[in-house]
């Protein structure tokens, strides 16, 4: 069974621009997490999707958004970019089980 | 954004010995807790989960412990080896809620040879 995939690996912007990144949950899972993961930092949650709907956002400015497809694939965008948003940004899907299963992550890089 | 402390603690174990990683989680109100496995460069790896009406969970060489009372988590790895070496998290939520995870800061175990 194929886990979460993320792209792309790496995404290298700079400040003011946009960045989108995308996730495919596994097979079957209809919840997409994202998380962000600036360096040497804990998780900090950033949005939940499920159904296609967004269920619940953290406390992140607006300039942080996404959306869900039919498919339940996802995707974050990141506008304006600052220096701060530089991070590895996760997606985890699951299932109504909670159990959370992790992408390899987006590494992106603002200069 | 929600997270736990900024500064990574570090755990050194000497391959062979056992390993306890202790997470502190803040919502007296969740009710599951689950442990994550980072290594270098990927996403987390789901190791072990318990719920709120369990004290102890067994997996294998993996064993997490759950104190209602002092809300504290603890994981237990026997037998450390080299593959071990990662960045280990809580995290806590609430099963009927929105099912957000709230995670714990992360410990770095490093295992000597």
């Known amino acids: 069974e194929a886990g979460v995939t993320q792209s792309p690996t790496h995404l290298i912007k700079t400040r003011g621009q946009q960045a989108t990144l995308r996730c495919s949950p596994i097979?079957?899972?209809?919840?997409v997490y994202w998380y962000q993961q600036a360096l040497g930092l804990g998780l900090q949650f950033l949005l939940w999707y499920d159904e296609g709907e967004e269920r619940n956002r953290g406390n992140f400015p607006p300039r942080f958004s996404g959306r869900q497809f039919p498919n339940y694939s996802s995707e974050l965008n990141v506008n304006a970019l600052e220096l701060e948003d530089s991070a590895l940004y996760l997606c985890?899907?699951?299932?109504?089980?909670?159990?959370?299963?992790f992408g390899p992550g987006t590494r992106l890089t603002v200069l | 954004g929600e997270s736990v402390g900024l500064h990574l603690p570090t755990l050194s174990v000497q391959e062979g010995d056992n390993s306890i990683i202790n997470c502190a989680y803040s919502n007296s109100a969740s009710d599951y807790f689950i442990w994550y496995k980072q290594e270098s460069g990927k996403g987390p790896q789901f190791i072990i989960d318990?719920?709120?009406?369990?004290d102890k969970r067994q997996g294998q060489r993996v064993t997490v412990l759950l104190n209602k009372t002092v809300k504290h988590l603890s994981l237990q790895i026997a037998a450390t080896q080299p593959g071990d070496s990662a960045v280990y998290f809580c995290a806590e939520t609430l099963r009927s809620g929105t099912y957000k995870y709230i995670f714990g800061t992360g410990t770095r175990l490093k295992v000597l040879a």
């Open positions: 097979s079957g899972h209809t919840s």
């Open positions: 985890a899907s699951s299932t109504k089980r909670v159990e959370q299963f």
């Open positions: 318990i719920r709120s009406n369990m």
